[in-house]
């Protein structure tokens, strides 16, 4: 039987694919912008008959139809395993709830931790003449949940990026159980990143000092990295590489100024390596069936081992909140959670590894909460409840405003004395009185 034929025999209308999930299940909702729809508009109109059904998916794009039934708590729970501010508002009632694990340890804990997984939903580009769908930007995980779960359903997307890669980045017929044709509604994008701020530029114009032409380049998600990789883009810099969890506009517009070659990356020379994107159009247009983009899995790209190897690594991540201890928060507003934990201590730690690698923790030195009230981002400890993304032994470049330090090898006094050198003038005198209760700061800093 030809890839044709078994296509027609596994195609299915959403109506039926939704009605596979049935009480006490386990779903894989996709990831990012291959979280599937037109089966979840389905899924919308039986869930009120439906009890105890767990959904799995991450870093949504849009809210679910699922979400908007009456009490959806009733029905069913959303296990994110990284949040943004779709999942966020959902658990504040009690909907949605983070699963705390690196990212790049998801593939594994699907193939090995025997955890149930009945189906899989996932969006996918047409099949092509090989049998094979795509998955568009969003590789990541994706190849141990299909590998995994009891059924398979692919929602065919005419509209998904073509996102070029290795095996991981496709699904192949014989791994499907059902095929739903979706409406083809261009994938969620993001709105154009608003320009950075006069804080922004000052924490890019430190960092990008620090790269030297030929390194190989991780963007975090947010604001600040984004705002670094745009300066980058309008830099001197040359024969820049990419190996990043996540793929940004950033990236695109240091491509088409010229900046990024590959040509000094030790392994996937010449390519730009990825596990998932998401952006504005422009960026899906960019990544549409080109050849310098490798689409991977996401314990490929974020391995440890890989990172390592790429001589000149440069991680460029941001964060909530760090304490005068160097310990890094990166996920919550003290027990509120707001993201996950990403990739970033992944990254940390291979950049340290790199022959010539750095990483670096942007921020600005304060914020201001919806009171209006000013509060400083550099913190005696950091506040009860408080997720540690990077210990005080992993963080290396801390970078505010008001200057770059490298922590690395200095002892409790000496960053203390450091990072209060980076806060807000307004907060330092408090800082150092904290500081000395604490015991980790000389009276002789101050003079």
Not at 38 to 59: F, Q, W
Not at 70 to 81: A, G, I
Not at 221 to 249: F, Q, W
Not at 374 to 390: E, F, M, N, Q, Y
Request: charged share 20%; proline share 4%.
């Amino acid at each position: 039987m030809g890839y044709a034929e078994e296509y027609k025999q596994k195609l299915v209308t959403a109506e039926q694919a939704a009605a596979v999930i049935k009480d006490g299940d386990w779903v894989d909702y996709g990831w990012c912008a291959t979280t599937n729809i037109a089966v979840d508009k389905e899924l919308a109109k039986r869930m009120p008959e439906l009890h105890d059904v767990n959904i799995r998916g991450g870093i949504l794009m849009h809210a679910p139809a699922i979400f908007g039934i009456e009490n959806p708590q009733d029905h069913f729970t959303w296990n994110s395993w990284h949040m943004n501010g779709v999942e966020r508002k959902a658990a504040s009632t009690g909907l949605s709830f983070y699963g705390p694990l690196k990212y790049s340890e998801l593939p594994k804990y699907y193939l090995e931790s025997g955890d149930p997984l009945d189906v899989a939903i996932m969006q996918v580009g047409p099949m092509d003449r090989h049998g094979y769908f795509n998955l568009g930007p969003s590789a990541s995980h994706t190849y141990a949940v299909v590998a995994t779960a009891k059924k398979v359903i692919v929602e065919v997307n005419e509209s998904m990026p073509i996102c070029l890669g290795d095996r991981s980045a496709y699904v192949h017929i014989s791994e499907v159980d059902m095929i739903v044709e979706g409406d083809n509604a261009p994938i969620d994008a993001m709105p154009p990143a608003k320009p950075g701020t006069d804080v922004d530029k000052a924490v890019a114009e430190l960092v990008v000092d620090r790269i030297p032409n030929g390194a190989c380049l991780q963007l975090g998600i947010g604001g600040m990295p984004n705002a670094i990789g745009k300066m980058i883009a309008e830099s001197d810099l040359k024969d820049l590489g990419i190996h990043t969890e996540m793929y940004v506009d950033a990236f695109v517009d240091m491509a088409e100024a010229g900046k990024i070659t590959g040509a000094h990356k030790n392994i996937d020379r010449g390519l730009q390596t990825y596990a998932f994107g998401a952006g504005t159009r422009k960026m899906y247009d960019y990544l549409d069936g080109n050849p310098e983009c490798k689409s991977a899995s996401v314990d490929y790209v974020n391995n440890i081992r890989q990172i390592s190897a790429l001589d000149n690594f440069i991680s460029i991540n941001n964060a909530v909140d760090i304490d005068l201890f160097g310990q890094v928060n990166a996920e919550s507003a003290g027990t509120k959670n707001i993201s996950g934990a990403g990739g970033q201590l992944d990254f940390v730690l291979g950049a340290y590894a790199s022959k010539g690698g750095k990483s670096f923790i942007c921020m600005s030195s304060t914020f201001t909460d919806k009171n209006g009230n000013l509060h400083s981002r550099i913190r005696p400890t950091l506040a009860p409840g408080s997720i540690v993304t990077d210990t005080r032994a992993n963080t290396m470049y801390v970078v505010t405003e008001y200057g770059c330090v490298n922590l690395k090898g200095l002892t409790s006094w000496q960053r203390a004395e450091a990072l209060i050198g980076l806060a807000h003038p307004d907060f330092r005198d408090e800082l150092i009185q904290e500081a000395e209760k604490m015991h980790i700061w000389r009276r002789s800093n101050k003079r």
